[in-house]
Structure formats: structure tokens, C-alpha cells
């Protein structure tokens, strides 16, 4: 299985989303995951040349975002994150009102087999009002329970956790080592692997340093290879200030 991973910077236009389904490393994923998309711009999706191949689609947002952010193009809409999927179809897993903010589980089951599934936590998380990785802890402890009951072992987490990581500071890798045991703990087993050692994926325009801020987390999925995205191609090319991440993935292990 090939999931990819991008936050897109301010919309998922035509131009963004053939780049990524047409790209070398990125394209022909069984299931991407967006975030920064404006809800109409996820509603233009529909008429795309690649719509009946990925025809399970979900976008998520919470109303927060629009008029706090900048709107490119003058659109109206909100910013969200969207699950797209050829092969998978796409369920909320908690139905009610999402507690934690971008934090949000999904119930992801193959359309041709439905004991193939697992749950995918979307991730972009926001400094208000908790801060960045709080409403991590908080969502992992609220739900982990509920993956239990409903006999949900496999669990992947992934999107932008705004870390804000700089590898070449000691002490930013002593933070990153005490969140990730945390993540560990309370996710009983969630862990990043060492194929996304000292990977750099978003750089912040005020100081133009790269940070660690895109990751995937797996419990009881094999990762077989990780793909980061090339910076001259995605964010010195304009396309966003975030690259794009792969992972091919064993569900069977």
C-alpha cells in the first residue's frame, strides 16, 4: 500500500493535484491525505480528469480558519484536510463533534475486502488554543480505548504536526525524542521509523531554516520505504512550503 501525505499551502488547485497523481514518487497512492485544502476547491475535485479514480473522498474543517487566515485568489470557503482514496473507503470514526482540533480518526476499509481496514488519524494541528501537541496526547488517550473495543489494531497517523524540529539543534532532538515517547506510550506502540531520520519537509519563510514538521506514525503496520519530497521541487518551484511524504506500507505483515 502507497499513502502519501502533503500540506499543500493554502489549496489543492487543478495544477497541485496533477503534479502530486502524475509525480514519479508520489503519484498512483492508494490513498492521500491533504491538508490546507479550501472546501471549494475540494468541491472542484469533482470535476477533475481523475475523479473516478479516486472516487472515495472526504474533507473535514472545522470553520475556524477562514478570515484568520490568508484566502489566495479572494475564495470563499474554509481550509480543512481531505482523505482521498482509490481503494478505500472513507468513514469518520467518531461521528459527533471532533474534540481535538485536527486531530481526526478515520475507519479506512478496502472496498474489495472489508477485513482489510485500519484507522487513520489525519493530522494538522493548530497553536490554539492548546498549542501544537497537546491535542495529540488528548486525542490518543481519548480514543484509543474506543480502537480497542472495536478491535482496531492497526493504526496510522500521519499529516502536519507542526513540530517545528530543527535536527541540527541538540536540544530540538531531546524535545522530539520526549514527544515521540509520549506518542509511544499513549498510543500504546504508535511509532516513527527510522527511515524519517533528520528529514527535513517544511521551511518557514520568516528565517528560511527547514524544519521536521511532516511525519507518519504506524502500530502493527510494516513500513517498507519512505519517500520525502525533493525542496527544489515543491517548495523552491512554489508549489508549497511543505514537501510531500511516501510511505509503502505492509497491512499484512
Known amino acids: 500500500m502507497k499513502i502519501v501525505s502533503w500540506n499543500c499551502h493554502y489549496g489543492l488547485d487543478k495544477n497541485k493535484f496533477k503534479k502530486i497523481v502524475n509525480h514519479k514518487d508520489f503519484g498512483n497512492a492508494n490513498v492521500y491525505a491533504f491538508q490546507e485544502v479550501l472546501e ?12 473516478n479514480v479516486y472516487k472515495y473522498r472526504h474533507w473535514y474543517g472545522d470553520h475556524k480558519e477562514y478570515g484568520n487566515c490568508h ?42 475486502d472489508t477485513k482489510d481496514k485500519f484507522i487513520l488519524i489525519h493530522v494538522w ?15 490518543l488517550e481519548f480514543y484509543n ?30 524535545i522530539l525524542t520526549e514527544i515521540e515517547e509520549k506518542i509511544k506510550g499513549i498510543g500504546k506502540g504508535l511509532i516513527r521509523s527510522e527511515k524519517f531520520s533528520n528529514s527535513e519537509t517544511f521551511k518557514y519563510a520568516r528565517n528560511g531554516n527547514f524544519y521536521f514538521n511532516d511525519c507518519i506514525y504506524t502500530k502493527d503496520i510494516n ?16 508549489m508549497s512550503d511543505h514537501c510531500p511524504i511516501m510511505a509503502e506500507l505492509a497491512l499484512n505483515n
Do not use: C
Open 223 to 238: 513500513v517498507k520505504n519512505i519517500v520525502i519530497g525533493n525542496k527544489n521541487d515543491w517548495i523552491d518551484s512554489n
Open 145 to 174: 480505548e474506543q480502537f480497542e473495543l472495536n478491535d482496531m489494531k492497526k493504526v496510522l497517523m500521519l499529516g502536519d504536526f507542526n513540530f517545528g524540529i530543527d535536527f541540527k539543534n541538540n536540544q530540538h532532538r531531546k
Open 40 to 51: 471549494n476547491e475540494f468541491t472542484d475535485i469533482a470535476d477533475f480528469d481523475e475523479k
Open 125 to 139: 494541528t493548530k497553536g490554539q488554543p492548546d498549542g501544537y501537541i497537546k491535542p495529540i496526547y488528548d486525542a
Open 71 to 112: 484566502i489566495p485568489r479572494g475564495a470563499e470557503g474554509d481550509l480543512g484536510i481531505v482523505l482521498m482514496s482509490k481503494d478505500y473507503k472513507i468513514q469518520r470514526f467518531d461521528q459527533g463533534l471532533i474534540k481535538f482540533r485536527y486531530v481526526v480518526p478515520y475507519l479506512m476499509t478496502n472496498k474489495s
